[in-house]
């Protein structure tokens, strides 16, 4: 009687246990959950999130959950190393249909890093063509993004966290006082031209160095149509203005290097314009380029609106490019003529 007593104290023991620690792994996994919800309604309050909103339907319609754990980490992305872990959330389409599933995966994560690097041009030193994602097959499928077989993911000639954190200081000092001049200004339309004229009266197109980024734009005042088109979505950022960085292609470029291209689309007075700094930077163009409707914009610019176009426009050979080639992506809908000033 008495060793029965024991035995069962012993399994309601290990039961309690048992129920403990699957009580602590579902606190953990509601945490995670809940941390994922809340940075999500962080990135719906701000301004520019247009192409964390693409990340909603066809094989990237998983892209948002990647780009949230990505922004979450958003600190942790300085240091150059941080893992990025997806856990087991790709397990039940890789099981279902593993080839569908991979389908899924491989697009969602080289859209939701597109996504972020182009909403968020203030994480100018991550490279995140060189940030991949690795693949565990376990009990379960287990995704994580890191730099895998490159030493890090920061782009060239950035090395430490101290490094990264004395030039976003640096981009601080150099906007500080163009930003107190813009925030002064009491309408958009003032703030917007002030920007676009700061970029060129400062920026000298060449390539080189950070010329890709808001370091080389802002602080070393060289770059090229990445560069220009970054800084102008990083002001408009600052201001709470909505604003689309743009990629796409054009016709009769004034440079003849210039073909693959980046510009800008933003709303003013409740309708969107076109703004192309790099190319209103060339001699005598310093408005033909500013505040442009559909109809004199598409002259010469094309956007990329597939997949497929995406890729064949930054260059990035890391997605099969045969992998839905077709899938959408959307822009705002331009005013068909140009913006009429007061």
Same mark, same amino acid.
């Given at each position: 009687?008495?060793?029965?007593?024991?035995?069962?104290?012993?399994?309601?023991?290990?039961?309690?246990?048992?129920?403990?620690?699957?009580?602590?792994?579902?606190? *953990? @996994?509601?945490?995670?959950?809940?941390?994922?919800?809340?940075?999500?309604?962080?990135?719906?309050?701000?301004?520019?999130?247009?192409?964390?909103?693409?990340?909603?339907?066809?094989?990237?319609?998983?892209?948002?959950?990647?780009?949230?754990?990505?922004?979450?980490?958003?600190?942790?992305?300085?240091?150059?190393?941080?893992?990025?872990?997806?856990?087991?959330?790709?397990?039940?389409?890789?099981?279902?249909?593993?080839?569908?599933?991979?389908?899924?995966?491989?697009?969602?994560?080289?859209?939701?890093?597109?996504?972020?690097?182009?909403?968020?041009?203030?994480?100018?030193?991550?490279?995140?063509?060189?940030? %991949?994602?690795?693949?565990?097959?376990?009990?379960?499928?287990?995704? &994580?993004?890191?730099?895998? %077989?490159?030493?890090?993911?920061?782009?060239?000639?950035?090395?430490?966290?101290?490094?990264?954190?004395?030039?976003?200081?640096?981009?601080?000092?150099? !906007?500080?006082?163009?930003?107190?001049?813009?925030?002064?200004?009491?309408?958009?339309?003032?703030?917007?031209?002030?920007?676009?004229?700061?970029?060129?009266?400062?920026?000298?197109?060449?390539?080189? %160095?950070?010329?890709?980024?808001?370091?080389? +734009?802002?602080?070393?005042?060289?770059?090229?149509?990445?560069?220009?088109?970054?800084?102008?979505?990083?002001? @408009?950022?600052?201001?709470? *203005?909505?604003?689309?960085?743009?990629?796409?292609? !054009?016709?009769? +470029?004034?440079?003849?290097?210039?073909?693959?291209?980046?510009?800008?689309?933003?709303?003013?007075?409740?309708?969107?314009?076109?703004?192309?700094? &790099?190319?209103?930077?060339?001699?005598?163009?310093?408005?033909?380029?500013?505040?442009?409707?559909?109809?004199?914009?598409?002259?010469?610019?094309? &956007?990329?609106?597939?997949?497929?176009?995406?890729? @064949?426009? &930054?260059?990035?050979?890391?997605?099969?490019?045969?992998?839905?080639? %077709?899938?959408?992506? !959307?822009?705002?809908?331009?005013?068909?003529?140009?913006?009429?000033?007061?």
């Amino acid at each position: 009687m008495e060793n029965n007593k024991k035995k069962g104290s012993s399994v309601i023991g290990f039961l309690a246990i048992a129920f403990i620690i699957l009580g602590i792994i579902a606190f *953990i @996994m509601s945490g995670s959950e809940k941390d994922t919800t809340k940075v999500a309604g962080e990135i719906s309050k701000k301004p520019n999130t247009w192409y964390y909103n693409q990340l909603d339907n066809g094989y990237k319609k998983y892209g948002k959950y990647i780009y949230e754990k990505l922004y979450q980490s958003k600190d942790e992305l300085r240091s150059g190393h941080a893992t990025i872990y997806l856990d087991d959330y790709f397990s039940s389409i890789l099981e279902d249909n593993y080839d569908e599933g991979q389908k899924h995966l491989e697009t969602s994560i080289f859209m939701a890093k597109n996504a972020m690097e182009w909403d968020n041009p203030d994480i100018f030193y991550v490279d995140y063509n060189k940030m %991949e994602g690795n693949l565990i097959k376990s009990d379960k499928y287990r995704v &994580t993004l890191n730099s895998k %077989e490159n030493e890090n993911y920061y782009i060239d000639g950035i090395t430490s966290k101290e490094q990264v954190t004395k030039m976003e200081q640096e981009i601080k000092n150099a !906007t500080s006082q163009i930003m107190s001049e813009l925030k002064s200004l009491n309408n958009d339309y003032d703030k917007i031209k002030r920007v676009h004229d700061y970029l060129i009266e400062t920026i000298e197109y060449k390539d080189g %160095e950070n010329a890709h980024n808001i370091y080389g +734009a802002l602080v070393n005042k060289k770059c090229v149509c990445e560069g220009y088109a970054k800084a102008f979505q990083y002001f @408009m950022n600052e201001l709470n *203005i909505e604003s689309v960085y743009v990629t796409g292609n !054009t016709n009769g +470029a004034i440079w003849s290097f210039d073909k693959n291209h980046a510009w800008n689309y933003v709303n003013l007075d409740g309708k969107w314009y076109a703004v192309d700094t &790099t190319w209103n930077d060339a001699e005598n163009k310093q408005n033909e380029y500013f505040l442009r409707g559909k109809e004199r914009i598409e002259k010469d610019h094309t &956007t990329a609106n597939t997949l497929g176009d995406l890729i @064949m426009y &930054t260059g990035i050979k890391s997605l099969n490019t045969k992998v839905n080639k %077709e899938e959408s992506i !959307t822009y705002p809908t331009l005013s068909e003529t140009d913006y009429q000033n007061r």
